[in-house]
């Protein structure tokens, strides 16, 4: 089945220990996306690739980077967790080109539970 | 600026009852409306995408409303069992192209 993969599906980082997480799609979607949720709160989105075309949200911190060497795989990597970045990371893909009854749905893995030691 | 709102935060209903969820947004330009499932600790499961120019989509026990004149849609679950229980999310995405989410309404279904 075509579907978004995340690995880890629980990480544990040290306090200020870069950590990275991967995102792979079978899908074939064009863009993808990195979400940061918290416990009870809506997804907060981090920043999105359009092909390569990297879309940075303006209050990421610089601490979150991103990588997208193909359009299977996506990469996000914190350079120094803080304790305060404890929590659930998503992936997603979507496409403006497919079926019209699909046209640009989103489509979520399983997430990544991070904890800061 | 879109905001979207779900109310309520919290609903507890008996197995068997159907329901309705609401999720109102307050630009009515908007391309597309999703609802999601999640489950405790898991990601996000789309449920139903409605695009702007549809009224509604179904699927299974599951039918999806949009109004965009009224800001408005209702996800609104038949034969409700207790598998159902999850918080649902509505997202829209609005003129900038951007997913605009509101906070969920957490769904339980007592057996």
């Known amino acids: ?117 | 600026k879109q905001e979207v709102t779900q109310i309520p935060a919290a609903l507890s209903v008996p197995e068997g009852e159907n329901l309705v969820l609401n999720c109102s947004f307050t630009d009515s330009a908007i391309y597309n409306l999703q609802w999601f499932r999640q489950d405790p600790g898991k990601g996000l499961t789309s449920l139903l995408l409605i695009q702007s120019s549809q009224r509604e989509q179904t699927s299974g026990r599951l039918n999806a409303s949009l109004d965009k004149s009224s800001g408005r849609s209702t996800l609104y679950i038949a034969a409700s069992q207790p598998g159902d229980s999850a918080t649902y999310l509505c997202a829209v995405r609005d003129s900038n192209y951007q997913l605009i989410w509101g906070a969920g309404t957490k769904l339980i279904i007592k057996p």
């Not at chain 1, 870069?18 to 009870?40: A, D, F, G």
């Not at chain 1, 997208?68 to 305060?84: A, E, Q, V, W, Y």
């Not at chain 1, 893909?93 to 893995?109: C, D, I, K, L």
């Open chain 1, 1 to 117: 089945d075509a579907m978004v993969i995340q690995n880890p599906r629980y990480q544990v980082t040290q306090f200020g220990k870069p950590v990275t997480l991967s995102c792979s799609q079978t899908l074939n979607h064009n863009v993808m996306y990195w979400y940061q949720q918290k416990s009870s709160q809506a997804p907060k989105l981090l920043f999105h690739y359009y092909d390569k075309d990297f879309n940075n949200e303006a209050d990421t911190p610089d601490n979150f980077q991103s990588r997208r060497p193909n359009t299977s795989f996506c990469f996000l990597d914190i350079r120094s967790p803080g304790l305060g970045d404890a929590a659930m990371y998503l992936c997603a893909t979507s496409s403006p080109f497919v079926a019209s009854g699909s046209y640009n749905e989103q489509f979520f893995g399983p997430g990544t539970r991070l904890t800061v030691l």
